[in-house]
């Protein structure tokens, strides 16, 4: 099931980026809850190209169609699938390139795994793939919203290059907040010249990556699993799941291997009746189950693979060529649509594992 | 299947550190192999606690024994069960922790989860689950050598605290010579500073923690998925999975997000007739599928959370408490018997996605 | 994942019968595979409502629409949706019995289990959801023609009924003969006498049922599983997961009950060099696997629950009622369009053990 | 996973006749819940070889020990390992049939499947393996009798060979009641004469098979699945995944075939509050959900295949040969010690689905 995700609220997308459409089918959702379709519209305009000029100018109008699994807005309990039909394809974008294998792009490992290689660009290898996702994740949300409307899952670009945010840790983040600038940076100053850093590679055909910060505030209480899945487990493989993504840490991640024990501990207290800790270096989730605090993830997106520079190549007939591409359209910088696709993964496994915890918790006997 | 790991090679582990033993059971195991049971123990041995003097001083046996799936040494393709009896067990070690929440430590967690706290120590959050694990990769590892003899996974301690090794990327990297000291640490003047700083810490009552590489070496091409089975989001679950991770990054990971596109990209060359790239950033994996280069993974582990210093937390009963555990037996650093975990874990993982593909390249019809 | 089916090459269905259509998403389908769309047509036009005399005459065009996977007719290895868009739905239909439990119908058992009903129909507990199957099918068909040549699948209607064929359990049936007539039932005076049955059964607002037998005409030999997922018992379920189904068996199934050991065994003897049994009461298969003589199945339908005849029943606001249906569009007996139906599920079933075995045979250690 | 049933409460079982000791790994049992070993013993002690005259005198003691998930006789919510190691293994026994493939046993399909054929005996491909599920079912059941008290899940042997039980069907059956006779059967008279039957056959080193009928007596509403998993499609693959099963049927079965739809038909009616149905042809379920009505399944047992007469076959190295077993130790009938075998199975089934029903009843919206 390589193209499925989730165990109780499972997705499974489809769809290549230059075929006749691309979307996903969700089998497990709960039933009776209302869906607004605007809404998943509004988060796949976030996730689409063309939306700023630090984007592609691609211009897929990303529009979102139910095909089944809700009647009157309402969700039945049956499968639901949701659809956007492709619309700015070009063939001849990607005709000078079918055969030379482009630089840390897939086409190479493609054709090793299966034999051809799509004819029509990256086919299934496109951040296009990512529609189903976002669409799904919005259901998810949707449904959260009414079960555990305390729970907010909110993310925001950290670094581009060399270009840090400064955020304070406990600023009540929001995602309207985030959107206040094309960038996705909640850092004004930051941003401007995280801004000025993507136009200024854009121009010379080049590409920059950053990181991702993605909080999960108020989650539940016990969610996630004590061995193979284990919260971060899941968010770690969920997120590295996306195209672009080199690394993933939570809480301190790296930086905990700076710390003595006696400095990293979390050390717990009572605040009225609820037990909370004293520092988040865990990130909100030990032994794999989250403690209540916040769950604190941070990604690394490297540059974009699409230059408009000359590179050393390989064709698929194992003769050497230098590839020269022609300007086009593509996102010198992937961070600000990222934005959307990280909330998205993070969303499908917290509610996952929330489901799952539920046949836990409702068939203890408590001793 | 919280406990299960692997779509084809499959495991499941099982048992408490406190009960009466832990052990995994294989499903899907390729049939008529013969496996040596003292090379599992010896992978065993090398994730024995009491090994050295930078480990804990519990000393668990650890003996294997082979239940079910194997006849004559040979595998039947049948369920494999191994099992390891626990022997040191002091009920009293625990007792006087039982009621107060160690911080850091899954014990909250766990309660908030199941709705009760296991009475005998960490129970299933105990590095003893890993036993499973490395028991398992061990005869996937056997099966490999067979099957893939070219491919090798060697893993070693890369950082502990602020130290770090400084190790030739292109070196040939064996076990045999990361175990020539007790760090697993192969560039020895660093290890020497490591082991200085873990005796430190022990002396302290603390802990440190730090990093770890793993290659894959001459990995079998094609390998992984497009989409949520990407080689790396597994890689990344698997190793997230063990205790004590707080991050994990792939060829240059987090520091691929300092540099342009133009840098980043791992040109294409012919080697012969082999395709090859010039620079690995890439850490042998691009589209989620492997591309024939080494596989780099690098794996963040925290300070041991079981410290021997005063810290404050609350009981099950809700009550405020100081924590004051006597000096006891534990490790100040994990990363030394780390290794043989993680190189576990990528064994796994990279089997399972090497007998995926194998249905994949046995039916597809070349054009 | 409920409305998943199959390991390796999973089939996910989606839609309802009365909303924007029906489809299937197929997760893990061998690349480089030519599947033409006409024939998935013909298969779908077997199985379509309209197509005689005796069954409904709701007149559905289902024509099937590629929506990814597939490039130039190609299999691309991604996952493949298919989609067939609902065109014949009146509304009008079905309102006087949108508040009573229809008779053995999934009304209340859909209400009790999602808490709310479909306003539209039977919604997902339709007959129609098998498009999704059989266009799957027919994509796992076209491969195994290419793969296995030598095996075919072949059902047909044995009884309908009190009226039982009479087939030489020897004879090479194939679909074109089983087509010859509407009934699809080989034996042609059995197949008269049945049509008479079912006229009068629809004359008078009534519906029967029957039997359909299916063979697996040189199965490869070897698949299957010896615990859990024995071929017959992945088989069974397939085949009790199609709407109407009360039971199934295979080989002499239910009257093996009345044969000693001594007459029911089947001898191994050598045909030159092959391992054949005289007999082949066991229907192909023993210990769960495959012994390559012909898979035989009995699978047995009940008679279609909605009638014209007035009938007690109960309404979700828990009133007794009648049940008074006007004479509207239904099958009086779903036998001869349940034949591709039951073909479907057991190409599934038979393609993805092929599949799994695939990895078994491709890395034993032959001893 | 060919050795792993359910998706909640997950069984995975292991182990051969022949080697150390057979087992059984649950994962995703629910926590807190009193299991008395004591109980699952004394459903091991109807299960075993040995019990009365008409089973085989292989005289296992079959003796259950737990080796995790469970602390003081509590679930811990953690992999619960049940292990009986194996006692009464004479290798001799089985010789002098290593080389010639058994009539309508395994050894022929297991060596095609795996390219190797256990040494000792029939391996996995034994009704040992069962003893791993009768354990688990055992586990379910202590949970359900807490969860949902109501809910009894009873079978008995309904035929021998030609003899038929008269029962009742609104009798008010119980494991009990059908334990007391060595048959199994609750019809008195008929169990006299199936004993007698099982005798002569035994006498004359033949075998018998026969019918188990099984009764979920006030089963949850609303479980099950719509569309593949439906409630009697797992519980057909469930019960024709236990060994000598040759066909299932719910309800009236292969008999509704014969009746007009009218006649078929279950109305509805109110009890009081409670929807009930007038008849109950359907056995409990419609749509693949339980309604309430009792869920009524019919399996039938083949023949047993180990008989003591000469029969033809081949050898592993082509060779024709006849084999003459010498009279040695096995059942001349399965059914009285299958009973116990098909109430686990169905256990799992109905206890797997009640937790899976329990995500969607507690996320439900009401409209």
Redesign the interface.
Known sequence: ?????G??F?V?????SH?????V?I??C?????ISLTIIQSELNRRKPGQSAITTSRAEKDQI?????M??G?T??????L?VTNSDFKPGDYNDIQDA?R????D???E?????R???GG???SAR?TIGRVAAASVAQQ?MT??IPECSIVAYVD?V??IEANIDPDAALTRELVDQNIVRCPDREAAKLMEQEILK?KK?G??????IRCQVQNPP??????????L??????????L?A??????????S???????????????EE?R?R??SN???G????????ESIEIRT????????F?E????TSN?E?VQLKPKAGRHDPCVLPRAVPMVEAMVTLVVFDHY?????????????
């Not at 209480?221 to 284990?230: A, R, T, V």
């Open positions: 099931m390589a193209s499925s995700f165990k109780i499972t499974t997308t489809f769809g290549e075929g006749k459409g691309v979307g089918v089998d497990g709960p039933a009776g809850h209302e169609e139910c095909i089944s699994g009647e009157n309402v039945l309990g049956s499968p639901i699938c659809l294998y630089p840390s792009h897939a190479f490992t493609t090793a795994k299966y034999g051809l799509s004819k029509s086919g299934r290898s793939e449904i009414r079960l670094s290059k060399n590679a010379n080049d590409t920059v990556g950053g990181c209480i016990g969610i996630g699993e004590p061995i193979f899945d284990k971060e487990a899941d968010l770690a493989k969920a997120l590295m799941s195209p993504t080199k690394g993933v840490e939570f809480g301190l991640g790296f905990s291997t700076q710390l003595y024990g006696s400095e990293h501990n979390d050390a717990f207290y009572l009746d037990v800790t004293r270096n865990s990130g989730i030990q032994g794999g189950i989250s403690n209540g690394a997106f490297k540059p974009v693979s699409t230059i520079k590179q050393e190549t390989v194992n050497s489901l799952r915890q539920i046949v836990f918790s409702s068939t203890m006997n408590h001793q």
